[in-house]
C-alpha cells in the first residue's frame, strides 16, 4: 500500500531531478504560435517523449490534420495497470506562448528558468511545464512505490496545440478514440487557489470571439472641412463599445445567462482580488454581486484590439472605418451560439448614427461544468488534502478550455477533474512567468496519491 508519508518522502528525495527536468523542458522554446519555429515544437514532443519511456511508459509522437493544415506533434504514452484495474487518461501540453515583450522580464532569456527565492522563472515553468514533469514524475514514483507496478492503467496524451487553441483536438480524439478512452481524465492545465492551498476546478467559463467592423464613409475626409456633421468611425466605435456595459460594470447585452457561485467555494476579498491582479489604486473594480461570479459564472467582455491609426502616422482625417476584436466569457449553461446570436444582435442594433455594423465570428469554445462529488473528484480532493496538508477547495475558472467540454463530449461516461498547476503570482502568458517550487513538490506528491486512489492502493486514512 502507498501511504502519504512515504510519498512525500519520495518527491522530497528526488525533487531536485524534478526541477532539473522542468529547467531542461523550459530551455526548449516551443511556442506554437505561427511566426515561431516549428522544429521547437517537435524538439519539446521529442523531449517529453523521452521522460515518459524513462518513467516506464511506450510513449511516440504523433499528429493528425486539422482544418487548417497538419497539427502540431503530440505524445502519446501508455502503461498497463493490473487487470482490471480503472483506466487513467492524463493530459498536460508541451507547448507555450511566445515570451512577449523581452524587456520586461527580469531575467535576460525567458527559456533559462532562473530560481528566485521559492519560484522558478521563465517561459512554461508553469503553463504547462509543470504540468508535464508533475506527471512524468508521478507516474515514476507511483510504479517505484508499488513494487514496479503503476496502480492503474495510464494513457498519457501531451498536446503541441493548446496554446493555439487545439484546432485539431477532436480530429485527434476521433483518430485515437480507443487509446484514450478512459474511466477517469485529469487535465493537468489549472490553478490552485492560493500558494499552499490546492484547488479542484468545478466549472470554466466558455468564450465567444467576434470582429465587429463599424463603416460611416466610403473614404478618408478632411476632419477639419467634413468634422461635425460627421461623426469618425473611431468615435462611432467607441459609443459602440460602451454599450455592452451598464453604468456598474455589468455586461449589458440580452440573452446572456449568469449563474450563482457553487456553495462552498472559497471567499475572495476585494483587497486579495486587487493584490493579486495588480489593479491601480483609485481604480474601482466593476460589476455587482460575489467577486467570485463576476469572475467564474457571470459573462464578461472585454476590448482585446483595435484597428486604428497609429500616432506616427496620424493625420487630420475623419477615419472611414475601424475593426475592434471583442472576446466575451460565457457562463457555465450558457449555449455558444446563442451567445454569439445576442451578441450580435445587440452590435447590429445599437450602431451610432446609423452607422454599418459588420460582425463576423471567431473562436467559439463552450463552457464547462464539472461535478465536485463523483468518486473521482472524492479521490482528488483527498489526495489534494494529504499533499498539502491543507484542505482542498472547490473554484471556477474565468478563463477558458474548451477542449475539456469536448472531453467530455467525446467520452461522456469518463470522470473529467481539471487539477491545478498555477497560482495567482503565476503570470501565465505575461512576462515573468513563474512556477511555486514548494507547490510543484506537493502537486507531484498529490498526482502520486491520486493515481494509487483510483487503483485502491491508497493506504487508509
Known sequence: MINADAVSAAVHDSFDRVVRDLTELVAIPSVSASGHDPAQVERSAEHVAALLRDAGLEARITSVPGPDGPGRPAVLAHRDGPVGSPRVLLYAHHDVQPVGDPSKW???????????????????????????????????????????????????????????????????????????????????????????????????????????????????????????????????????????HDDAGDVAVPGLVSRPVAAGAPDYSDADFRADAGVLDGVRLAGSGELTARLWTKPALSVIGMDVTPLRVAGNVLAPSCTARLSMRIAPGQDPAAALAALSTHLETHAPFGARVTVSAGEMGPAFDGGADSPAARAAHWALTEAFGTEAVNIGQGGSIPFIATLKQTFPDAQVLVTGIEDPDTRAHSEDESMHLGDLERIVAADVLLLARLGGVAAAD
Open 106 to 244: 527580469r531575467q535576460s532569456d525567458p527559456f533559462t528558468a532562473e530560481r528566485r527565492g521559492e519560484r522558478l522563472y521563465g517561459r512554461g515553468t508553469a503553463d504547462d511545464g509543470a504540468g508535464v514533469i508533475s506527471l512524468v514524475h508521478a507516474l515514476r514514483l507511483a510504479s517505484e512505490l508499488n513494487d514496479g507496478q503503476l496502480p492503474c492503467s495510464v494513457t498519457v496524451f501531451i498536446e503541441g496545440e493548446e496554446e493555439v487553441g487545439s484546432p485539431s483536438f477532436e480530429a485527434f480524439l476521433d483518430a485515437y478514440r480507443e487509446q484514450l478512452e478512459a474511466d477517469v481524465i485529469v487535465v493537468a492545465d489549472s490553478s490552485n487557489w492560493r500558494v499552499g492551498v490546492p484547488a479542484l476546478t468545478t466549472s470554466l467559463r466558455g468564450v465567444i470571439q467576434v470582429d465587429v467592423r463599424l463603416d460611416v464613409l466610403d473614404h478618408a475626409l478632411h476632419s477639419g472641412q467634413y468634422g461635425g456633421p460627421i461623426i469618425d468611425a473611431v468615435t462611432a466605435m467607441c459609443r459602440l463599445v460602451a454599450t455592452l
